[in-house]
């Protein structure tokens, strides 16, 4: 299970704030993830380091990704639960649960 357990209201064109999550079997918190939204779709960038390329462009680094990207997808659905949870809110329809309690840790 994936709780929100800090969201701070930050709106910056699709930013919309920042939020800390714990994973419960993992025993991992995840801090300054940076939540957006777009066109009614939520998303929520994992933490990252700011730089700049050899065009003088600002980007980010992510410190962590998921290789899978159907593995990233149903992380992401869940952070957005967690974080709707968190405001109160139930704009995000469904759950997988990404973190069945049957199956052994992935490391």
Do not use: H, Q
Request: net charge negative.
């Amino acid at each position: 299970m994936i709780e929100c357990t800090k969201f701070k209201e930050y709106e910056n064109g699709f930013l919309k704030g920042f939020a800390d999550f714990y994973i419960d079997k993992w025993g991992v918190e995840i801090n300054g993830c940076s939540v957006f939204e777009k066109d009614g779709r939520g998303w929520i960038n994992l933490p990252a380091k700011e730089y700049l390329n050899d065009a003088g462009e600002k980007k980010f680094a992510p410190f962590l990704w998921f290789r899978d990207d159907k593995l990233k997808k149903v992380f992401d659905e869940n952070m957005l639960i967690a974080l709707n949870k968190f405001k109160g809110s139930v704009s995000i329809k469904g759950n997988v649960d990404l973190f069945n309690d049957s199956e052994p840790m992935p490391f």
